[in-house]
C-alpha cells in the first residue's frame, strides 16, 4: 500500500510536470490532457487545478483574439477557476479569475443582447476591483437600464482610478450628450482627448461637441 500511494503521487507530479511544460511553450491542448490526467488521480490537486484552469484560459483568450471565442469556451474557463477558488484560497487567481468572468459577460451579452450579466460583472469586480473593464460594461448596462447617476459615478470612478482608460471617457460624455448637456459632454470629452490623445473617438467628439457648443454660442442659446 505504501509504495502504491509512492508510486501515485509519482505519477501525479509527472502529470503535473509535463502540463506545465505543455503550458509553458504554448502547447495548450496537451497541457490540457496532462493536468485532466493528474486530476484523475487526485481531483484535489492544487497545481493541476491551477493549471487546468490556465490552460483553458489561455486557449479561451486565443480564440478571443481570433475573434472566435464562446459562451461555452469562457463557461467552461470560469467553472475551472470556480472549482480550483475550492482548493487554492491565494489571491493568485484572482485576476484571471475576475478576467474570465468579464469575457463570460460580454460573451453572453454578444449571444442574447437582453441578458442580465450584472452579477457576472460583480463578482468580477469582487474579485478584482482593479478590472477596469468589468466596471466599464457594468456601468454601460446600468445606462441601457436608465441607471444613469449610477453609471456616472462608476465612469468616473474609472476615469478617477486609470485617467488613460478611454472608453469611460466616451460613455461618460454619451450619457451627458444624451441629457442634451453638450457642456459637460464637451468636458469629459477634452479631458479624454487630452488624456489620450492617439484615440480617434475622442478627438472625434470632442471637435464634434465644441461644434455643436459654438453654434449654441452663436445662436444666442448658450
Request: net charge negative.
Amino acid at each position: 500500500m505504501f509504495f502504491t500511494a509512492i508510486a501515485l503521487c509519482a505519477c501525479v507530479d509527472d502529470y503535473v510536470n509535463r502540463g506545465n511544460e505543455a503550458l509553458r511553450i504554448g502547447d495548450f491542448d496537451r497541457a490540457v490532457t496532462n493536468f485532466s490526467k493528474a486530476l484523475d488521480e487526485q481531483p484535489a490537486n492544487r497545481d493541476a487545478r491551477y493549471g487546468l484552469a490556465l490552460s483553458y484560459y489561455a486557449i479561451a483568450e486565443d480564440r478571443e483574439h481570433l475573434k472566435s471565442a464562446t459562451t461555452e469556451m469562457w463557461e467552461r474557463t470560469v467553472n475551472e477557476f470556480r472549482i480550483l477558488s475550492k482548493v487554492d484560497s491565494t489571491d493568485r487567481i484572482a485576476p484571471a479569475y475576475s478576467t474570465s468572468l468579464f469575457y463570460l459577460a460580454r460573451a453572453t451579452l454578444m449571444k442574447n443582447g437582453r441578458a442580465n450579466v450584472i452579477s457576472l460583472l460583480d463578482q468580477s469586480i469582487r474579485l478584482d476591483s482593479a478590472n477596469y473593464f468589468s466596471h466599464n460594461l457594468k456601468a454601460i448596462l446600468l445606462g441601457n437600464m436608465g441607471r444613469i447617476e449610477e453609471a456616472k459615478k462608476i465612469f468616473v470612478f474609472i476615469v478617477t482610478k486609470e485617467p488613460k482608460f478611454a472608453s469611460a471617457y466616451l460613455n461618460l460624455g454619451n450619457l451627458y450628450w444624451a441629457e442634451g448637456d453638450v457642456e459637460s459632454a464637451w468636458d469629459i470629452w477634452s479631458m479624454g482627448h487630452e488624456a489620450v490623445p492617439a484615440d480617434v473617438e475622442l478627438a472625434r467628439w470632442t471637435a464634434t461637441a465644441e461644434d455643436s457648443l459654438k453654434a449654441l454660442v452663436s445662436s444666442g442659446e448658450l
